[in-house]
């Protein structure tokens, strides 16, 4: 992955050639996983274990990573309200976005009407065993357990079950608190910093693993579900794909031409990251690279860390797109009419449920499935007419997942009014800009003086601090203007 320059060099980095950068490697893997799954089925359901065991080692770091930045965002900002203020803004945002996805989906498919003259019957629809355990979990989901959900039973749970929306809850609680320790969470803080930095030199090492871990998903899921799936339904399959590029360049578009910046040089920014969601067919492993890189482009970490890891569960534009699709094609295939009040009521619905399986495995279709059995109106047991074409679907989901949090990180910025879209625009369009002030991490040659501030602090104790002694300038409290906030949570060196 491009090294990303830092304070301690006065030039950036040489990009490298072509073939030598990530996403050509990653991009050469998929056509060969497809290749060997097309041609060597067996073969290819055999790659299952390189590709899982790829995205499980990425999201072994999800949760400790999510964790760190976002302690590390609050922990360092000099007023508590700005976070929550944030909080709140990109929840609204999230909202609005969500309900914009689910009216794309609602008018692409009630203007096509796929669904009509399939007449299946759903008493006659025989349920694999696999389709049957994600029907029964989403008929057992209530609609308000995504809001108790939120608090874990325990405090290492979540980061065991990888959970992405209990361990923000937890990192909130964590960094709040740490915040009103002032001075005396001053060791914990520096030790939050250089733990960041660990988890993401780890991150580097795993990512070059990244072109066999496309293989083997790639591989595996043609050579699984083949290609006559993608034959019999490739009139819904292309029109949740034409939907979805539609909702990315009209809705999302807008967006960025709101902040004066193009969506396109940005999905071109981020292109190591597209290629490791289309081989892998989920958005976990690209999180960490979209924070660095927004990061990069300048804006602040703190919002960075509290927004693109809380869209991860509020913010699913492609689930959102797939939700409304799918439901009104079951409907429509299963002859069961609704009117435009009870698919308005469907939207409603959809607003919580699609958020209630979120990071779970098989989320799409159990969010679903809880859809349809609130509603009771559409047979649940309709969802195995597409359950066939369900995994050609994931990886459109997840990159529409991917850029809307992209561009949700952005517009919270700018409605923060802390986003330099003039650097974000040039750091998109691969111009060489010069590694911003608030650029100062912690490199190994800084280790001694934080050491040293350490010291001044009687290792955690607040009945040893001298008081005498001048307070370190990279805590929020004692000086604003240079508090911590300023510091991002790691830095690569090239």
């Not at 910046?261 to 969601?277: G, P, V």
């Not at 109106?377 to 459109?396: N, V």
């Not at 850029?403 to 625009?425: H, K, P, Q, S």
Request: aromatic content about 8%.
């Amino acid at each position: 992955m491009d090294h990303i320059p830092t304070a301690g060099h006065a030039t950036p980095a040489t990009k490298p050639r072509w073939y030598r950068q990530l996403y050509f490697w990653v991009l050469t893997a998929i056509v060969i996983g497809i290749l060997v799954g097309w041609l060597a089925p067996a073969t290819g359901i055999a790659m299952e274990p390189i590709g899982t065991t790829f995205v499980n080692a990425m999201k072994m770091l999800i949760g400790p990573i999510v964790f760190l930045t976002i302690v590390g965002g609050i922990a360092s900002v000099a007023d508590l309200k700005k976070v929550g203020m944030t909080g709140l803004k990109a929840l609204t945002y999230f909202q609005i976005g969500t309900i914009c996805a689910l009216a794309f989906g609602l008018v692409a498919i009630n203007v096509f009407r796929l669904g009509e003259g399939v007449n299946a019957d759903p008493g006659a629809i025989k349920t694999s065993d696999a389709a049957a355990k994600l029907i029964d979990a989403g008929q057992h989901q209530e609609w308000w357990e995504f809001i108790t959900h939120i608090i874990p039973t325990s405090v290492v749970q979540p980061f065991v079950a990888g959970d992405i929306l209990q361990i923000i809850f937890i990192a909130v609680v964590f960094g709040i608190a740490l915040n009103a320790m002032g001075k005396v969470g001053a060791p914990v803080l520096d030790g939050v910093q250089r733990l960041t930095g660990v988890m993401f030199k780890i991150l580097s090492f795993i990512m070059k693993a990244a072109p066999l871990g496309a293989f083997g998903a790639m591989a595996f899921a043609v050579g699984k579900y083949g290609v006559s799936s993608l034959t019999s339904m490739g009139g819904l399959i292309a029109l949740f794909y034409a939907t979805s590029i539609l909702f990315v360049v009209v809705v999302l578009g807008s967006v960025m031409a709101f902040l004066k910046l193009n969506i396109f040089t940005m999905i071109r920014h981020l292109k190591e990251e597209y290629m490791l969601i289309l081989g892998t067919s989920t958005a976990e492993p690209a999180l960490p690279g979209l924070m660095r890189k927004l990061e990069h482009a300048g804006v602040k970490k703190e919002t960075v860390g509290l927004v693109v890891p809380t869209g991860y569960s509020f913010n699913l534009d492609g689930a959102a797109i797939y939700l409304s699709l799918a439901a009104l094609y079951i409907a429509q295939a299963t002859n069961t009419h609704l009117t435009l009040g009870q698919q308005l009521g469907l939207l409603a619905v959809m607003l919580l449920t699609s958020k209630g399986a979120a990071g779970v495995a098989g989320g799409g279709f159990i969010a679903l499935t809880a859809t349809l059995a609130t509603i009771g109106t559409i047979p649940a047991a309709g969802i195995m007419l597409i359950f066939g074409i369900d995994k050609f679907m994931s990886e459109c989901r997840a990159l529409v997942n991917f850029t809307g949090n992209a561009v949700a990180t952005l517009f919270i910025a700018w409605w923060d009014r802390t986003l330099d879209a003039d650097c974000v625009r040039r750091v998109f369009a691969g111009e060489a800009v010069e590694p911003m002030p608030s650029e100062d991490p912690a490199h190994a040659d800084d280790v001694a003086a934080i050491d040293d501030d350490l010291v001044r602090y009687g290792h955690h104790s607040p009945n040893h601090y001298d008081s005498a002694a001048p307070a370190p300038q990279h805590l929020a409290d004692v000086d604003p203007a240079q508090s911590a906030e300023a510091r991002p949570a790691y830095s690569e060196k090239a």
